[in-house]
């Protein structure tokens, strides 16, 4: 069985300073790993993906995250951060499992960016 | 370019009732995905469709049904409603079922089971 786990339920950071959300996961076969962000009472958004090839994947709104196959996680990251990257943030895998899909999503972690 | 949208915003059913739930997917998406996603939880696969046939099911009992139309349109209907069934419901839409596409996603139709 396929699993996510988003260790931190929270994370707090001071705005201009670098942030880290972390998520480790398990699957069978190759990892399809994503991320997505919610705004308080809208629907998900997706940030980025790993499937192959470079260890670190750029997104949306300077978000970058690595990929670890030996360490099995996928850290979300920025360099700088914004107070309007406050919002919950999940991590979620992908596979196939006997020939039908399959989609697991972390509990997320809230970001809080202090001003 | 049309997103993801969904009806009704709110609904509000008794214990023991039905209720469907509509969705209709992203211009030039044949794949649609519906989550259940609780309060404070993550979203909760509940399955996908791609030209009419389900292709995906995470672990939701049979009441838990969908349906999907020749424009891409989809319902998720659920019978026999149990109270642990309020949750935000999430429908998601991608241009096909490769693993390897990101979802994109409507704002959620709320339910509150009384």
């Known amino acids: 069985a396929q699993s996510v786990a988003q260790p931190e339920d929270q994370v707090n950071v001071a705005e201009g300073n670098p942030l880290t959300v972390k998520c480790t996961y398990s699957?069978?076969?190759?990892?399809?790993l994503f991320w997505y962000v919610q705004y308080p009472n809208r629907g998900l958004q997706f940030l980025l993906k790993?499937?192959?090839?470079?260890?670190l994947v750029k997104g949306s709104y300077g978000f970058e995250a690595e990929f670890n196959k030996s360490q099995t996680s996928f850290h979300l990251k920025k360099p700088s951060a914004l107070v309007s990257d406050s919002a919950l943030y999940f991590c979620?895998?992908?596979?196939?499992?006997?020939?039908?899909?399959?989609?697991?999503f972390g509990t997320g972690t809230k970001l809080q960016v202090i001003p | 370019e049309t997103g993801v949208t969904q009806s009704p915003t709110h609904l509000i059913k008794t214990r023991g009732q039905q209720v469907t739930l509509r969705c209709s997917s992203q211009?030039?998406?044949?794949?649609v995905s519906w989550y259940q996603q609780a309060l404070g939880q993550g979203p909760q696969f509940i399955f996908q469709?791609?030209?009419?046939?389900?292709?995906g099911r995470g672990n939701f009992p049979p009441r838990f049904s969908g349906l999907q139309f020749p424009n891409y349109s989809s319902e998720l209907n659920v019978n026999a409603l149990e109270l642990d069934d309020s949750a935000l419901y999430l429908c998601?839409?991608?241009?096909?079922?490769?693993?390897?596409?990101?979802?994109?996603f409507g704002p959620g139709t709320r339910l509150t089971v009384t």
């Open positions: 998601a839409s991608s241009p096909g079922t490769s693993l390897s596409y990101e979802q994109y």
């Open positions: 790993y499937i192959t090839g470079d260890n």
């Open positions: 211009s030039g998406h044949n794949t």
């Open positions: 979620a895998v992908r596979s196939l499992s006997g020939g039908y899909q399959k989609v697991t």
């Open positions: 699957v069978s076969g190759n990892p399809y």
């Open positions: 469709y791609y030209r009419e046939e389900e292709n």
